[in-house]
């Protein structure tokens, strides 16, 4: 398990320019060393979206804040909560967070990472889209 968390940090890290940026990637499989970077950010209304958020930075309360926010709304400026989930990491869960989400209608929705050392800032953000 170390060794496909070792792998999945270093690709993520090698591909992008700046390596102290968390990042959150999506995939319509369950995430491993085989389709990490099989990554999408399109799928079917009922379909899983499994998501990998990698923290490149040890958070020192140990909590994450995960929110998913909906475009295109009239309600709160544009924006309707749908799902939000607080997560203590494990020991092995420092530097890295994967799960899924099971959006039900269509439309533009941005996923947000907050720690609970910072909640208001979020410090990872990427959005995804459900036809």
Same mark, same amino acid.
């Given at each position: ?10 690709? /993520?890290?090698? *591909?992008?320019?700046?390596?102290? !940026?968390?990042?959150?990637? =999506?995939?319509?499989?369950? +995430?491993? &060393? ?14 899983? /979206?499994?998501? *990998?958020?990698?923290?490149?930075? !040890?958070?020192?309360?140990? =909590?994450?804040?995960?929110? +998913?926010? &909906? ?17 203590? *990491? ?42």
């Amino acid at each position: 398990m170390k060794k496909l968390i070792l792998f999945l940090i270093s690709t /993520v890290l090698l *591909l992008s320019a700046c390596t102290d !940026k968390p990042a959150i990637l =999506f995939n319509n499989a369950p +995430i491993t &060393k085989d389709n990490v970077m099989n990554y999408t950010s399109e799928f079917e209304t009922g379909q899983r /979206v499994y998501y *990998l958020v990698l923290i490149p930075e !040890k958070i020192q309360s140990r =909590f994450i804040f995960i929110q +998913i926010v &909906k475009k295109g709304s009239l309600n709160r400026l544009g924006y309707d909560l749908y799902w939000a989930k607080d997560i203590r *990491l494990k020991d092995e869960e420092v530097f890295y967070y994967t799960d899924y989400v099971v959006p039900s209608e269509k439309g533009v929705y941005v996923m947000k990472v907050y720690s609970k050392d910072n909640p208001v800032k979020p410090f990872a953000m990427a959005q995804f889209f459900v036809f």
